[in-house]
Nanobody, 122 residues
Framework: HVQLVESGGGLVQPGGSLNLSCAAI????????VGWFRQAPGKEREGIAT????????SYADSVKGRFTISQDNAKNTLYLQMNSLKPDDTAMYYC????????????????WGQGTQVTVS
């Protein structure tokens, strides 16, 4: 079993920055892919960034490309999402997630989810 614990959300002004963290606890050796998702009220959940667990293979949604950066600290089993040039449209609950499967340069279904951290841009 793997537990994901996010932190770092908050209130920020437009144009500002935030750095979200996600600590992976437990049997992380089964993981092959990690990512960040978000969901705003009344909207569907959106996958915004993914990467191979351990590094490499980053992928971004067009809505955040050039503004957000996904990264990892392998020694700490911690995933990060650096968010710059934030806009009001980025307001949402942000979730980190992890997948066991990775095939053909794509993450499989995400098996583990964090509890979410709120980001408000206003």
């Amino acid at each position: 079993h793997v537990q994901l614990v996010e932190s770092g959300g908050g209130l920020v002004q437009p144009g500002g920055s935030l750095n979200l963290s996600c600590a992976a606890i437990g049997k992380t050796n089964v993981l092959n892919c990690v990512g960040w998702f978000r969901q705003a009220p009344g909207k569907e959940r959106e996958g915004i960034a993914t990467m191979r667990f351990g590094g490499g293979g980053t992928s971004y949604a067009d809505s955040v490309k050039g503004r957000f950066t996904i990264s990892q600290d392998n020694a700490k089993n911690t995933l990060y999402l650096q968010m710059n040039s934030l806009k009001p449209d980025d307001t949402a609950m942000y979730y980190c997630a992890a997948a066991v499967a990775y095939s053909r340069s794509r993450c499989g279904d995400f098996n583990y989810w964090g509890q979410g951290t709120q980001v408000t841009v206003s």
